[in-house]
């Protein structure tokens, strides 16, 4: 049974840090790439980051610079460093994972960690 789980969410001042991480297990098929999503309320839910399998990385414009994707080699342990964090980070993170299955490639999904950036 596929489970991904994600812990390091709370809450913060604006300009402080926090670390995500997600932890996936139970896949049948490697991994295509991990990363996270985000929701903040009233809105829909939007692509953070993703790190391929190669280690290629690709981030929203709104956190460039400010966030770094990472992921254990060999591990199935994803992580989001997050600096610099303003009040529009605002959100629910989600881990998604992709997997090689075929004939389709198939995502899994964690629960979401709630991060809130406030004074």
């Known amino acids: 049974q596929v489970q991904v789980v994600e812990s390091g969410g709370g809450l913060v001042q604006p300009g402080g840090s926090l670390r995500l991480s997600c932890a996936a297990s139970?896949?049948?098929?490697?991994?295509?790439?991990m990363g996270w999503y985000r929701q903040a309320p009233g809105k829909e839910r939007e692509l953070v980051a993703f790190?391929?399998?190669?280690?290629?990385?690709n981030y929203a414009d709104s956190v460039k610079g400010r966030f770094t994707i990472s992921r254990l080699n060999g591990d199935n342990t994803l992580y989001l460093q997050m600096n610099s964090l303003k009040p529009e980070d605002t959100a629910v993170y989600y881990c998604?994972?992709?997997?090689?299955?075929?004939?389709?490639?198939?995502?899994?999904w964690g629960q979401g960690t709630q991060v809130t950036v406030s004074p």
């Open positions: 998604y994972v992709l997997t090689n299955s075929r004939p389709l490639l198939t995502s899994y």
């Open positions: 139970g896949m049948r098929f490697s991994i295509n790439r």
């Open positions: 790190i391929t399998s190669d280690g290629i990385t």
